[in-house]
Structures are given as structure tokens and as C-alpha cells.
């Protein structure tokens, strides 16, 4: 049961990147960003927030490699990270920004604990 957890996040992962890949817009909306009239935002969304998770999580189905969900995990600590600087600095709507950090601290914990090389 617990070897289908890494996959499990993989798959979320692949999925929540695919909204910021396929949708920009709707992307945007649901984490609180206005577009300009520069389409630049939409250009950053698709490439960080859907292009790069769907690729990380990719790599960790295909390989299947203890390395690959360890980084899935790195990457998920520095978005976990950068939210609680946020969550200090820049006093977003706290509910949010709370779900949000728990859901990418909770994997980052998971995947760097039970992937990292020993």
C-alpha cells in the first residue's frame, strides 16, 4: 500500500500541472492572479505552475527512480518554503495559503523521507 504513494503524488502532480499547462486562465483565478494586458503571466503559468510539474511527475512514473521522487520532494520543499515566507511577509488569504502550503509540505516531507539516498 505505502509503494503506491509515490506514484499517487506523481499523478497529482501531473494533474494539478495540467490545469496550469492547458488552463493558464482558470489557473490564474483560482491562485488570486489578475492577467495584464501583457499575456506574459499566462506565458509564466503555463511554463512554471504546469509545463514543470507535469514534467517532474512525468519523469518519476517513467522512471520509476528513488532520485527522481527525491527531487519531486526538493522541488515540492522550496514551494513549501517560499509559501511560509509568503504566508509571513506577504499576509495572503490565510485559509488559502494554508491549504496550499500543506499541500506541498506534505509531500516534500513523504518524498525527501522516503526517497532521499542513504
Known amino acids: 500500500m505505502l509503494d503506491l ?3 499517487l503524488i506523481a499523478l497529482l502532480t501531473i494533474g494539478f ?3 496550469g499547462f492547458v488552463a493558464p ?3 490564474a483565478g483560482v491562485l488570486d492572479m489578475t492577467p495584464t494586458d501583457s499575456t ?3 506565458s509564466e503559468i503555463r511554463a512554471s505552475a504546469g509545463g514543470l510539474f507535469v514534467a517532474v ?4 512514473l517513467f522512471t520509476g527512480a528513488p532520485w527522481a521522487y527525491a527531487m519531486l520532494g526538493v522541488a515540492y520543499a ?3 518554503t ?3 515566507i509568503s504566508m509571513i511577509v506577504d499576509k495572503p488569504p490565510q ?4 491549504a496550499w502550503f500543506a499541500f506541498e509540505a506534505i509531500p516534500a516531507v513523504w518524498l525527501i523521507w522516503t526517497n532521499w539516498p542513504a
Open 5 to 7: 504513494i509515490d506514484p
Open 17 to 19: 500541472g495540467l490545469f
Open 25 to 27: 486562465r482558470y489557473t
Open 40 to 42: 506574459m503571466g499566462l
Open 57 to 60: 511527475g512525468a519523469v518519476c
Open 78 to 80: 522550496g514551494a513549501s
Open 82 to 84: 517560499g509559501r511560509a
Open 95 to 98: 485559509p488559502k495559503a494554508l
